[in-house]
């Protein structure tokens, strides 16, 4: 087991892990494979259940998650890319904003053993509803099939990223605009996002795991 360049994550051949925290040894969140390794426990990250194990896997550059990050997770889903982000930033908390209530059951389910994430049941389109919950964090992480993605993703780095901190958008191509390359609108996703004020420090499509879909990675 090899470390990654991103921290907190792992490398065996072609397969990357994230350590399983003790009070979760020997459980899954969506059967994913368990490795011993050297007394630890480590969870496959599948890079075709979640767009961020991808974006590792195409060499996503710059990326800074540790271990004491708070991380706000916009477009939660059931929890699979969650979990592997509790098991890196393991002393931090994943805010996790979710809008569906089907989604959010087993969101919880997740939370139950790992206690650093927080489920929060919101629309990532109105981000001052969670701002009782949520304070400054590190990261802001967004997986959303808006057409205005890039819309919601500015207004919550706007009112959550501290300075210096970080932003990962997966653009999903067709949800924006299906009649358009998606190259087309990777670039005009970027171009807004400079407009508002933050660097591009890496991008990457996500193909094959991935289609028409890339990652885009911002600071302030």
């Not at 982000?85 to 393991?90: E, F, G, H, L, R």
Request: net charge positive; hydrophobic share 35%.
């Amino acid at each position: 087991m090899q470390s990654t360049h991103t921290e907190g994550v792992y490398k065996q051949q072609d397969k990357i892990f994230t350590e399983n925290p003790e009070n979760c040894r020997g459980l899954r969140v969506y059967n994913e494979r368990l490795v011993s390794y050297e007394g630890k426990e480590f969870r496959s990250w599948n890079p075709h259940r979640s767009k961020l194990a991808a974006a590792i896997l195409k060499g996503l550059k710059n990326l800074e998650i540790k271990p004491d990050y708070n991380v706000l997770y916009l477009g939660a889903a059931t929890g699979t890319t969650v979990s592997h982000v509790s098991d890196i930033v393991k002393n931090g908390v994943v805010y996790a904003v979710e809008i569906s209530p089907i989604a959010l059951k087993k969101l919880l389910s997740v939370s139950e053993k790992r206690k650093n994430v927080v489920p929060i049941l919101s629309d990532a389109n109105h981000p001052e509803q969670y701002s009782a919950i949520v304070s400054y964090v590190n990261l802001v992480y967004q997986d959303i099939s808006q057409r205005n993605q890039a819309e919601i993703f500015v207004k919550n780095l706007k009112k959550y990223l501290k300075a210096g901190g970080q932003g990962v958008i997966m653009v999903k191509a067709r949800s924006i605009d299906v009649s358009s390359k998606p190259k087309e609108t990777y670039d005009a996703v970027v171009n807004e996002l400079k407009k508002n004020g933050f660097n591009i420090l890496d991008k990457k499509d996500l193909s094959p795991y991935e289609r028409d879909h890339a990652v885009v990675l911002v600071s302030l």
